[in-house]
């Protein structure tokens, strides 16, 4: 495998396990890394240590965190009454409001530089309050155009380098176009379609607040750009949790309700910046892939 299919991911290795760490080098990582592997475990019992000293330090540090008020612009207005916005957070009550960074309790564990570099590119010096709606709650986002291919007549398999690519469900077409017909390929007389789609998760950047914390749900590549940049404290969309044993999801990205809503001190969005906590892979190149397939048969029976 050459150099160029192997491209630099950012671990913030001392939130995981030495078996973690042992299988991302074994299993993604270039030959030089996984010859390198003792040297990276030591290392680790390092960072381990560092951390679990900042836990002891900032124990409860992730409760009581502040959402500071954001005036409400045309930006945000559109957005409001954009038809996908009450779709997508329809769950619980959600207002618009600015937070720090630094206090965000992080769901993941790594960074791919490659894509934070590129969205650095597009965030202006001395962004506005405009320019940071713009990056953080954009109304009509660009993502990358994913690769489809065509397996059978009824299956495809759609690609994308960012994974945040998913299936988004779909729906029965109660009318069909002149379009619609055209596209079929088995001839007959169409009467009724059904539509399936894939794409992307939310674009607007959006926290949890529960249990007086701020838990990142998404954007987190996006956050770590701008923080990287200098930035502290940007607008999102807060999802307000009343109960969160009922509402709160069960896991995120692997992570359980019980240790983001209660461990004394979780990983937080500032760890990724403290000095001895990180450690920079190359690791293979990776994409997300979707596969939809459609299925059917009829059956004829007396009524």
């Known amino acids: 495998m050459s150099s160029e299919e192997f491209q630099p991911y950012l671990y913030l290795y001392a939130a995981m396990t030495q078996p973690e760490v042992t299988g991302i080098v074994r299993t993604y990582c270039s030959p030089g890394e996984i010859s390198d592997l003792s040297n990276t475990l030591t290392s680790w019992q390092q960072a381990r240590s560092s951390l679990e000293q900042i836990q002891t330090q900032e124990n409860e540090v992730a409760n009581n965190m502040t959402i500071f008020p954001i005036e409400q612009n045309e930006k945000l207005t559109t957005l409001q009454n954009s038809p996908l916005f009450p779709r997508t957070f329809s769950n619980m009550p959600s207002v ?13 564990r790594n960074v791919y ?9 597009r965030i202006p010096d001395n ?15 660009s993502p990358p155009e994913p690769k489809v291919t065509q397996t ?7 690609s994308s380098p960012s994974p945040d690519f998913r299936y988004l469900g779909g729906h029965l077409k109660d009318q069909i176009s002149e379009d ?35 838990i990142l ?3 987190f590549h996006r956050v770590y750009a701008l923080r990287r940049r200098g930035i502290t404290r940007i607008p999102v969309v807060v999802q307000q949790v009343s109960n969160p044993e009922l509402e709160f999801p069960q896991q995120l990205l692997g992570l359980t309700r019980n240790y983001l809503l209660n461990n004394p001190r979780p990983i937080l969005v500032k760890d990724f910046f403290t000095d ?20 059917a048969g009829a059956v004829t029976f007396e009524v």
């Open 152 to 158: 059978s007549q009824s299956s495809w398999i759609f």
């Open 127 to 141: 962004p506005s309050i405009d320019d940071l709606i713009d990056i953080c709650l954009p109304l009509n986002p």
């Open 276 to 295: 001895g906590l990180t450690k920079t892979f190359q690791r293979k190149k990776m994409i997300t892939t979707v596969q939809v397939n459609a299925q």
């Open 180 to 214: 619609d017909i055209g596209m079929t390929q088995v001839g007959g007389f169409p009467v009724k379609a059904i539509t399936l789609f894939v794409g992307y998760g939310t674009s607007p950047i959006n926290v949890y607040h529960a249990n007086g914390r701020l």
């Open 96 to 108: 618009f409001g600015l937070v720090d960074i630094d206090t965000l309790v992080a769901t993941q």
């Open 113 to 121: 530089l490659n894509y934070v570099n590129e969205m650095e590119q």
């Open 217 to 219: 749900n998404n954007g």
